[in-house]
């Protein structure tokens, strides 16, 4: 029977966006070049200066034919294939059994940076060491970020100029160069920072309010407009976060993320974002915050740490993190599932058992929630008295 040409392609699965990810993880950098114990050296110098800033994880093989004389070198295990190292907090396991991707990549969800050993591992980015003792292969000059020239080399070889497009843009520093090698890694992670986007959490059904939240008018408009228009000065891209019966109310100029993860309160859009951006950082607001300020959402992001799950406030009387006016970082999409997955859908539970930045308010009212009429004429007055 010949094929309907009009009939739509079947599509077994949903395609999803995918986040920018390695072998292991969204930052990644091989050492290769040179040999194994000199890899391993360099990995331990750039991992003890970057973990004071970001979490680093190193990434090798098993040597354990080797003889391990430098003390400097990171330390392999003969049952394992992978060593994983925190060097902030000096923890390290090991895995009996082979990880797949996906395995990996849950591994070093909350790394900043993995360093590999290139003789063994492929990467994103490369540090190319130029070894007169292990010359680098032409093959493996890909994607390489820095050049470094081990004792006793003076210069890049032609054959490696050669094989490197933009050899003039890639930074050349001795090996005893740690300091701007590391400085170099932190441009190199400075710059890819997840972009910022805004969240207004529109999706409640406003039980205790007794009519929708999200529409109340406490700056002369609705406060789910006002929340969007007030984080564009603070974002790159704003989005209404709403329910799918909620969209025809919203004019068409607003960007909106419809829930898809269902009937799950405020987790559920943020998990519907991150959906739909996996690589973009969110500015989540909550409709119920009418005291909210342009100097609580700057000092918010001001002081936004990207190498953690998220930065939030902390509420005075509790001293618990607020989970609705908080960044949340690309790397807390897992952390979000993987709660979610345990039977858990409270965010504030997350951001309590997860490594984040916890501020103090500039001030502290203006965390105040208005979820019922009592508190809703309690805002108003608030807002007229400040006035």
């Known amino acids: 029977m010949p094929r309907n040409k009009n009939r739509q392609t079947h599509q077994k699965h949903t395609v999803l966006a995918k986040a920018d990810h390695g072998t292991f993880g969204r930052n990644e950098l091989a050492i290769a070049g040179t040999t194994c114990p000199a890899v391993q050296k360099l990995a331990a110098q750039l991992s003890k200066s970057l973990s004071q800033k970001y979490r680093i994880g190193y990434v090798d093989a098993e040597h354990s034919n080797e003889t391990n004389s430098d003390q400097d070198r990171a330390k392999t295990y003969t049952d394992t294939d992978l060593v994983h190292i925190r060097t902030e907090s000096a923890q390290k ?176 859009g943020l998990l519907s974002a991150f959906r739909a951006y996996p690589n973009s950082a969110f500015l989540a607001v909550a409709c119920d915050l009418p005291l909210l300020s342009p100097q609580t959402l700057q000092a918010l992001v001001e002081n936004r740490n990207p190498s953690k799950i998220a930065t939030a406030f902390q509420k005075n009387e509790s001293r618990f993190p607020e989970p609705l006016i908080t960044i949340w970082e690309p790397k807390s999409y897992q952390v979000l599932l993987t709660f979610l997955g345990m039977g858990y859908s409270c965010p504030r539970k997350a951001l309590i058992n997860a490594d984040i930045q916890l501020l103090d308010p500039p001030d502290p009212r203006e965390l105040m929630n208005a979820n019922n009429p009592r508190q809703y004429e309690q805002a108003l007055a608030q807002l007229a008295h400040t006035s």
């Open 93 to 268: 396991f090991n895995c009996r059994k082979g990880l797949d991707n996906y395995q990996a990549r849950s591994m070093f969800n909350e790394a900043d940076l993995i360093l590999l050993n290139g003789n063994h591992f492929d990467a994103q980015n490369q540090l190319t060491v130029i070894d007169q003792r292990k010359p680098v292969a032409p093959e493996r000059l890909t994607n390489t970020k820095i050049m470094v020239l081990q004792e006793g080399v003076t210069h890049v070889p032609d054959y490696v100029k050669q094989n490197i497009k933009e050899i003039d843009r890639i930074p050349v520093f001795k090996i005893e160069e740690t300091g701007k090698i590391v400085s170099r890694i932190d441009q190199l992670l400075e710059a890819a920072t997840p972009s910022l986007k805004g969240l207004v959490l529109a999706g409640g059904k406003s039980t205790r309010m007794h009519t929708d939240k999200t529409r109340l008018d406490y700056h002369g408009k609705q406060q789910r407009l006002y929340l969007y228009e007030l984080m564009e000065d603070y974002c790159n891209e704003v989005f209404l976060s709403c329910r799918k019966d909620q969209k025809k109310g919203i004019p068409g100029n607003y960007n909106i993320i419809t829930d898809s993860f269902l009937e799950m309160g405020p987790l559920g």
